[in-house]
């Protein structure tokens, strides 16, 4: 499975768009980009998930280079209830074969007032 | 909203005392997870399942064992508990075939062995 690297934290203010970027320099044709969000004492809960290019939902969008060995999730203007840990995880989708995903320890976001 | 439940939410036990963390699932899910994960550490995959039948150790060694003998169901056991048990549990479900294979968490087991 494709090894992610993600910068340990990031400080941002409320109203800001924040950028966090995912390193996976090995990643194979038919894995997906897929990130997770968590807050303190819950389970991580998913954000979203691409392949190539960009793609956008209500809470962020997910810019995908060419290349594909990295990825940025952005999140438009932050506010304070974003202060969560980001997982990027990369990965093939409906995997069987006994590798499974692994979170990593993620992006630490702060937002401040 | 997701429709993956735990109980206990909180467990405080004493050391050596079997105790089974209770994992369903309504949503029909196949595949199902167990994670450890300390106050703000990396969350550790230590089980899961494809579906009935089937379980598979995680990337973490673990001393707990699971079973899984209906599609809704995942317990997670610890024959004897220590304090090195002391964590956070939490368990997921995830339907490959509904495309994205987004994993639903539950709210957690936070358990203390004492």
């Known amino acids: 499975l494709a090894k992610t690297t993600q910068p340990i934290s990031m400080d941002s203010y409320e109203g800001q768009e924040v950028n966090i970027t995912c390193s996976h320099n090995n990643i194979a044709t038919n894995d997906y980009i897929t990130w997770y969000q968590q807050f303190p004492s819950q389970g991580p809960r998913f954000i979203i998930q691409?392949?190539?290019t960009k793609v956008t939902n209500e809470v962020a969008s997910l810019f995908i280079p060419a290349d594909r060995k990295s990825s940025t999730l952005s999140l438009p203007r932050v506010s304070l209830s974003d202060t969560a840990v980001y997982y990027c995880?990369?990965?093939?989708?409906?995997?069987?074969?006994?590798?499974?995903?692994?979170f990593g320890g993620g992006t630490r976001l702060m937002v401040k007032p | 909203e997701a429709d993956i439940y735990q109980t206990p939410r909180y467990l405080v036990i004493g050391t050596g005392k079997k105790i089974t963390l209770e994992c369903s699932q309504t949503m029909g899910h196949d595949k199902m997870y167990w994670y450890q994960q300390d106050p703000g550490m990396e969350l550790h995959l230590i089980h899961y399942?494809?579906?009935?039948?089937?379980?598979e150790k995680g990337d973490l060694s673990s001393e707990s064992t699971v079973s899984r003998i209906r599609t809704e169901h995942f317990p997670l056991t610890l024959e004897s508990a220590r304090p090195s048990h002391t964590s956070q549990y939490l368990c997921a479900s995830s339907e490959p075939a509904a495309g994205s294979d987004e994993q639903y968490f539950g709210p957690g087991t936070r358990l203390t062995v004492t």
């Open positions: 399942s494809y579906g009935v039948n089937s379980t």
């Open positions: 995880l990369v990965g093939p989708l409906n995997n069987n074969a006994g590798n499974m995903l692994t």
């Open positions: 691409g392949y190539k």
